[in-house]
């Protein structure tokens, strides 16, 4: 059984977001239809406004672009850390309808330091595909067949089996998910994913992301007690100056 690494594409996202965002910003303050909005829009710079926008706390124009990323090489244990995300669209690879022949998994960074560890871990994950498809014969055999069998074989799966997901959020959700996902308390491998998310929306929409991050960017950790204590350190990985 192949372990698997992380792979986050951005497959799509609304074409020209900062000017969507400027549009739906302008029209709040404008006494100017929709037409002549557009034609405005279009021929001006907004950068200065759009990024005033989160500054001054008008986050709705924001809620108008989405992104949408394809992942894959997770584990379910991130997976389900993911989707508590509520306002987001998701599609996730089915274990109810794929039947795992042969499951990748993801062993985290801890355990591979120590050989000893990963011997255990992978002799587990191989003892868990054994079961898994010994079930579910035997499930065949009792007439479950197809979805029937594998929807109750994968109560066998670990939560360090790999999935697959689809998801979409728009873009005040993503600053809300950066905020807590890119944040050192944040598990090792949703944190890994989220900074690649913000790799690419940065590039899509570099004006909106421009101060996006974990909490404690710009202002100080909002985590308090339970502060890692290394603001310092992770505002200088986001290149961010005092
Ligand atoms: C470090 C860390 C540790 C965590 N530990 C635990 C844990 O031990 N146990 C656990 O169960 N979860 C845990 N979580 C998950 C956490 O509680 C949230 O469920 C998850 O981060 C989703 O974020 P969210 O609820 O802010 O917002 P999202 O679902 O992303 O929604 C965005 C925002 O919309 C608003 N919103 C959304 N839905 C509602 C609603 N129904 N009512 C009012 N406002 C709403 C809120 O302002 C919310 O912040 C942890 C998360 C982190 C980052």
Not at 96 to 111: A, L, M, T
Not at 121 to 148: H, N, P, S
Not at 155 to 178: C, D, G, Q, S
Request: glycine share 6%; hydrophobic share 35%; aromatic share 8%.
């Amino acid at each position: 059984m192949p372990e698997t690494s992380l792979n986050v594409v951005l497959l799509r996202y609304t074409p020209e977001p900062e000017e969507v965002v400027a549009m739906a910003a302008k029209l709040c303050y404008s006494a100017s239809g929709v037409e002549d909005l557009k034609q405005k829009i279009e021929t001006k710079d907004q950068e200065a406004f759009v990024g005033k926008l989160a500054s001054i706390g008008h986050l709705s124009p924001i809620e108008h672009v989405s992104f949408t990323f394809g992942i894959e090489g997770i584990s379910r244990a991130c997976s389900h850390q993911l989707v508590r995300h509520r306002v987001a669209s998701y599609s996730q690879q089915s274990q109810r309808y794929v039947r795992e022949e042969q499951f990748d998994y993801i062993i985290p960074p801890s355990i591979k330091r120590d050989p000893a560890l990963v011997q255990v871990f992978e002799k587990y994950m191989a003892e868990a595909q054994e079961k898994y498809t010994r079930v579910l014969k035997r499930l065949e055999q009792l007439g479950y067949q197809g979805e029937a069998g594998q929807q109750d074989a994968r109560y066998l799966l670990p939560n360090a089996a790999e999935t697959k997901i689809v998801v979409t959020m728009n873009a005040r959700e993503l600053l809300h998910f950066f905020r807590v996902r890119c944040c050192n308390r944040a598990q090792w491998e949703i944190r890994e994913m989220a900074e690649r998310m913000l790799g690419h929306v940065k590039k899509a929409a570099p004006t909106i992301f421009a101060k996006s991050g974990p909490g404690c960017l710009y202002v100080p950790c909002p985590e308090g007690k339970m502060t890692c204590g290394k603001s310092e350190e992770v505002r200088k990985k986001y290149g961010v100056k005092k």
